[in-house]
């Protein structure tokens, strides 16, 4: 596609319940990103991916939230046992290049909204 | 640590105003600066960005500057129109090993009326 493709846009999840999100970069992109954005905030990084390598997960809140991206394409977001603070909009955003790069430019998605009640 | 502040919002202007968006930021080293914005319904899109100090950014007739002695950066437009209407997010990112990590202020609205 044009863009970054996320999907579901809109998610309201039970509390306890498991949550997948799914995002499907700009075709031939090697790099991956995921950001949390809370109501009223500034996005909050999350997790990294290099291909199929996820370099950098350090932004994850908690051992609920699992990231892959198992073919260095489409990446799925996974949140476990979700609760009311995981209510957030969730963005993914791909890169051309390795970020080490000069020059990159991130290309966001529209994100997917996330309701736990 | 690293952090951004932006002024809060929303900014409400009339057509053809002139706009200031203020951002300061704390950073260790050398932070690369930029501002995103977020239009009704749409991702995030990079509007302008600057790598180091005394750089100026622009596109779509928006600048900011990199000012190191006072850390800031903030955005302007001589003249808004209501398409610029949209939500606007500083952000600055640290070092070769992390140029990935984005951290964004909080974000300002800005509403252009006719």
């Known amino acids: 596609g044009a863009g970054v493709s996320q999907s579901p846009r809109y998610k309201v999840a039970k509390r306890g319940q498991d949550v997948a999100l799914r995002c499907d970069p700009i075709s031939g992109h090697v790099s991956l990103f995921w950001y949390q954005q809370a109501l009223g905030q500034g996005p909050e990084f999350l997790t990294y991916?290099?291909?199929?390598?996820?370099?950098?997960k350090s932004g994850l809140p908690s051992d609920r939230f699992f990231a892959e991206r198992p073919e260095g394409s489409v990446s799925t977001l996974k949140i476990q046992r979700t609760q009311q603070e995981d209510s957030a909009v969730y963005l993914c955003a791909s890169s051309l290049r390795p970020m080490e790069s000069s020059g990159n430019t991130i290309y966001f998605g529209e994100g997917s909204w996330l309701t736990v009640v | 640590g690293n952090s951004v502040t932006q002024m809060e919002g929303p900014v409400t202007l009339s057509e053809e105003a002139f706009l200031t968006i203020n951002c300061t930021y704390t950073a260790t080293g050398y932070p690369s600066l930029f501002w995103y914005v977020q239009y009704p319904g749409e991702g995030l899109q990079l509007l302008l960005k600057?790598?180091?100090?005394?750089d100026k950014g622009s596109n779509k007739g928006f600048e900011a500057t990199y000012r190191k002695e006072t850390t800031s950066f903030h955005l302007e437009k001589g003249s808004v129109q209501v398409s610029d209407s949209a939500v606007y997010f500083c952000?600055?990112?640290?070092?070769?090993?992390?140029?990935?990590?984005?951290?964004f202020g909080s974000g300002t609205r800005l509403l252009v009326r006719p």
């Open positions: 600057a790598t180091k100090a005394d």
């Open positions: 991916f290099q291909n199929e390598a996820q370099l950098d």
């Open positions: 952000a600055l990112s640290v070092g070769v090993d992390s140029s990935y990590k984005l951290i």
